[in-house]
């Protein structure tokens, strides 16, 4: 059985090479953060609910829960569950009556629909073994860096 991690966002913000969004998941105790590289869309989706900003149409993942919803079901969790050349995978568990299915995501599309649908997000162990996460601890700098983040920095990415 896979280990899984519960994480949470701890917010969004600009790599400043590429100048690329980046998701940054957290541990419960926030020893160690996970990056994740994302699109463009993907990182507007998450910043908009984050903000709870609301569109007055449905963006796709506005869609997608009110969907599952309506077919009575529900997302239970989503879990970042591989990590390939690279690239991060995900799955959604969404459980309709009896029938429970784990349906293959992006990671930044299964955030955006955890965030929707208030499900947890995971991490697997294995994961978290192979990915480069930060610690605080481990470095000075990056725990000052950290620890001086504040609310225009994390969690209020403008497009």
């Not at 991690?5 to 953060?33: A, C, H, R, T, Y």
């Amino acid at each position: 059985m896979t280990q899984l991690v519960p994480m949470s966002i701890k917010g969004l913000m600009l790599d400043p090479v590429s100048n690329s969004p980046i998701v940054v998941l957290k541990d419960e105790d926030e020893k160690f953060f996970l990056p994740i590289w994302v699109g463009i869309f993907e990182a507007n989706a998450i910043a908009l609910q984050l903000e709870n900003v609301t569109t007055p149409r449905p963006m796709t993942h506005d869609l997608l829960r009110n969907l599952i919803s309506e077919l009575d079901a529900r997302v239970t969790r989503v879990v970042i569950n591989d990590l390939r050349d690279s690239t991060f995978f995900a799955q959604i568990r969404v459980i309709t009556g009896q029938r429970t299915m784990e349906i293959d995501a992006r990671p930044s599309d299964a955030i955006a629909l955890a965030l929707r649908t208030e499900a947890p997000i995971f991490v697997a162990q294995s994961v978290l073994d192979q990915a480069q996460t930060i610690s605080p601890d481990s470095d000075e700098k990056i725990k000052k860096w950290f620890e001086q983040l504040g609310p225009d920095d994390m969690g209020k990415y403008k497009m």
